[in-house]
């Protein structure tokens, strides 16, 4: 019998006293006491001379997995104060702390990384090989291969500092002038982001004029994100240019931990498979009673799943759905509830959307949300529960092999949401019901591998071009254009020439190309859902052995060593793409 559960989340059990809290001010103070230990020992590191000299090796990697983990531990904390109350000011100085915390690590590993550069490569190799860094050695081997095709340290703090006012400056200008535009509908003065969500209005002729006024609005304003995006791009190549990186996927690949030859396959074989969505949007244009669909129109509801569950009835479900792939994740999921790892509460003064954050040193994690009870927030808490139970599983690794990328951080939350969606759909009461479920499903597909690759696309050939130099608004709308005509297979009768300027994702200067890694993780986790459907209940395990090495292996070694598969070959692919296609399949049939 499972016990109510309470939609308010207890983050007095981490630090009594939120932020007033006297505990917390304790655990800073000591975390910066630590952050100078730290310091000290990189600034008196010499690179070591032989495999003997490993005391300050040791000493730094001890001192630096506790920092890390309390700079986490605080930063989580810090997050869920000023996401269950927007107006809380302390929270705001809160941050501020932990964001000069961060930036003293940051400085302190890119000196820590250039000593590991200068270690002879034979030294290197078998220190690597003893037992305090054999655990962690992928890890450290990163950080120093990273290093080694950077330039000096002197250059690259020059990069840095320069970069605050250069490289992120426009990154920020860019938020700067977003927030000032606005748009006037029916005498509504709207913001961009409020416009924007009335592009998935069930009504037409809003979602048009919604569409007509972001069009004039971004084209009006679309010269002054031509000069952020242009600089900000040219910082970015200028950078590579004086690293000798040729490729400007370098970065993200690196950062994702994947080749570009696993990149190429995958979109290979997703432009393949495109020719199976073709029919789909025509049959989605006709049930909107149109002769093509628009840009617009591909995200548009279908119609409405009216069945709603209360938290309880979610979080029931959830849990049953779960048990039937992996008791250890039902458990898991039924502990979060009864401990009130989760804020789901729908009331005034939260932070919009949802996320799962990490509290390491204390070895819990915080979920935060607002459930209204459709089947997207029954599947959105699934999907935050399944990014809980990947942190679950590494809390007994070392700190710094706790570390994953964007493209496997999705993994465990899309595995999460998939069963629950699946089930739902198994469920569903009526044939309408069952419908909406199912296109909500294939449209996330279309999502992926149409939206997400025009802007892969777009920003491949961009970032091209723009090592000749400026490209124009003109150019920049084409290459837009193009590129969206391109990944839609030219199903489409208008296209969003300002997309460039609109989404977010294009000016993020922290990670570069914040494209592929999505429909990577999409997929990915396609995969490994049809192994675990076809390897029964004995998956569990090998699911979780999977998640614990996603901090320390490249992609394509995890995916060999825990599914037995090549990314670089398309089969994997394929097979990721088949599942897919059954969803479709199911939905084309009902229609
Ligand atoms: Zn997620």
């Not at 990186?245 to 400007?248: K, S």
């Given at each position: 019998m499972m016990g109510t559960y309470a939609l308010t989340w207890d983050l007095d059990s981490i630090f009594r006293g939120g932020s007033d809290s006297e505990e917390l001010k304790d655990y800073v103070r000591k975390t910066e006491r630590y952050m100078d230990d730290l310091e000290a020992a990189i600034r008196t590191f010499t690179p070591p001379k032989n495999t003997d000299q490993t005391e300050e090796l040791n000493k730094i990697v001890e001192i630096l997995q506790v920092v890390s983990k309390k700079l986490s531990e605080f930063g989580a904390f810090v997050s869920c104060l000023s996401a269950q109350n927007v107006q809380d000011k302390k929270a705001n100085m809160w941050q501020s702390k932990r964001s000069e915390l961060g930036a003293r690590l940051g400085n302190g590993l890119t000196e820590m990384d250039q000593v590991f550069v200068q270690v002879d490569d034979d030294v290197w190799k078998s220190l690597l090989n003893q037992a305090p860094f054999k655990a962690i050695s992928f890890v450290l081997n990163e950080r120093r291969s990273l290093a080694k095709d950077k330039l000096e340290v002197g250059k690259e703090s020059l990069i840095n500092d320069l970069g605050v006012d250069g490289y992120h400056a426009w990154g920020q200008m860019y938020d700067a002038l977003v927030a000032k535009l606005s748009i006037e509908m029916n005498g509504e003065k709207l913001s961009v982001g409020q416009a924007s969500n009335?592009?998935?209005?069930?009504d037409r002729s809003v979602r048009k004029e919604a569409f007509d006024k972001l069009q004039e609005t971004w084209g009006e304003a679309s010269d002054l994100f031509t000069e952020t995006l242009n600089h900000l791009s040219g910082f970015r190549l200028q950078t590579y240019k004086h690293r000798k990186?040729?490729?400007?996927l370098k970065e993200p690949l690196d950062y994702n931990r994947m080749s570009e030859k696993t990149l190429n396959a995958m979109w290979e074989t997703i432009t393949e498979y495109k020719k199976h969505y073709v029919p789909y949007m025509k049959k989605k244009a006709e049930k909107l009673g149109l002769e093509r669909l628009s840009f617009y129109d591909?995200?548009?509801?279908?119609?409405?799943?009216?069945?709603k569950m209360s938290f309880q009835e979610g979080a029931e479900f959830i849990i049953q759905q779960f048990r039937k792939f992996s008791p250890k994740m039902a458990d898991f999921a039924e502990m979060a509830f009864e401990k009130r790892w989760i804020e789901a509460e729908d009331r005034s003064g939260k932070q919009p959307g949802g996320f799962c954050t990490s509290f390491p040193d204390s070895g819990e994690t915080r979920i935060f949300m607002t459930y209204s009870g459709s089947p997207s927030s029954v599947a959105t808490l699934a999907h935050e529960l399944g990014h809980a139970y990947h942190q679950h599983v590494m809390n007994e690794l070392p700190e710094l092999n706790q570390g994953y990328a964007m493209n496997v951080a999705e993994t465990a939350s899309t595995f999460a949401e998939m069963i629950v969606a699946d089930a739902a759909v198994k469920e569903a009461s009526t044939e309408a019901e069952k419908m909406v479920l199912l296109e909500d499903k294939v449209q996330r597909s279309v999502a992926f591998f149409m939206n997400i690759h025009a802007r892969f696309l777009f920003e491949t050939r961009f970032y091209e071009e723009r090592k000749q130099g400026v490209v124009s608004t003109e150019r920049l709308n084409e290459l837009m254009t193009e590129a969206q005509q391109e990944a839609y297979v030219h199903t489409l009768d208008e296209y969003d020439p300002t997309f460039w300027a609109s989404k977010l994702h294009f000016h993020i200067?922290?990670?570069?190309?914040?494209?592929?890694p999505y429909t990577f993780g999409y997929l990915f986790s396609m995969g490994i859902y049809a192994k675990a459907l076809e390897v029964g209940p004995a998956f569990e395990d090998r699911y979780i052995a999977l998640l614990q090495d996603t901090g320390r292996m490249n992609v394509e070694d995890l995916a060999k060593k825990h599914?037995?598969?090549?990314?670089?070959?398309k089969d994997f692919w394929v097979h990721a793409l088949e599942l897919c296609l059954s969803d479709l399949e199911s939905f084309m049939d009902l229609v």
């Open positions: 009335r592009l998935d209005n069930p990186w040729e490729n400007v591909v995200e548009a509801p279908f119609g409405e799943a009216d069945q200067t922290d990670v570069p190309f914040y494209n592929f599914l037995d598969v090549d990314l670089e070959e």
